[in-house]
């Protein structure tokens, strides 16, 4: 090899080495997520919250965590205008920050710069970097229009193993004029009074029965107004929270068959109880001739089916006794007064 050729294969060697080991490219699709199939609304009297799912999956197939922003877009359009078969234009655009969130976490956006009698529609898109992005999620439309007030004078009636809640019905707007379309409620109920969960579907009445409910246990309540426009139902403000508890509110039957007898220490009374089930004790109730009112002097427990008045009054006029009986209901319930038993002194 002469000097030239032996200068011609250094050049070469250099540029060889001077270009180093180069990565192979990555295709579009592993880093273009998935589109989002999942854009759903929840509204309420405040405005509308979008929610969707972080995608897990590039259009390639493989996984992927390197989302850095949602993009939601916002269409409204005043009634009027609306055209329910043209295309949907777009004028707001905002720009959420992925960073942080995990592949399948539940994303929201609320959004109460809402206007009455506007058509809203609105799309989600996921972003993986420059001009790295989906296509479009499904669309979201709904027609906004000004929320219904909350109902009042709510109730809510005791029973065993249920509760039952009433409330007056909700027949004008907030200005007072009449709602023209037809009202349903949606009931909530919450075991901490914090986060609400719908129980069913809105009814159209103006009480529910929950029923299966754990007795002693307290549930709260609250309820909205809600109307449908355009088959969008539109809840109102929500009622103020009422609480209770269910419990056996069934009361045992009092015993019967008394007997009354002078003792050294005072007066004994006997009765013979009748079976049933829960009874945790009784209660002895005494009045003096003359007097209306029954007043306490003591109490038995179940195994007891007597008890000695010790503490009689100075006087010497008759007595009558009566027995009730308490179960093991919280708070108990105490049965109607047994038939009076007469002691003459």
Known sequence: MNRYGFAIALCCLLLVAGCGRKT??????AAIPVPITDLGRTLDDQGVTLSWTYPAFAVSGEKIDNIRTFTLYKSEAAAEDFCADCPVRYDLAVSLSA?????????TYTDTDLKKDYHYTYKVVSGSGWNIVSDESNKVS???QTPLPPPVGLTLQVANQRLILGWQPVTALYDGSPVSEPVRYQVYRSSRGREFDKIGEPLAGLSYVDQGLTNGKRYFYRVRAVRTLDDTELPGAASEVIAGMARDVVAPVPP?????????DGVKILWENIAQPGVTGFRIYRREAGRKEMALVGEADRASFSFTDRH???SKATLYYAVT????AVPPNESALSQEVEFAR
Request: net charge positive; no cysteine; charged share 20%.
């Open 24 to 29: 192979l490219p990555i295709p579009p699709q």
């Open 99 to 107: 960073t942080g969130v995990k592949p399948g976490a539940r994303m």
């Open 142 to 144: 709904f027609r906004w």
């Open 256 to 264: 019967e068959k008394f007997t009354v007898v002078a003792v050294a």
């Open 312 to 314: 009689l009054p100075q």
């Open 325 to 328: 009986a308490i179960d093991d």
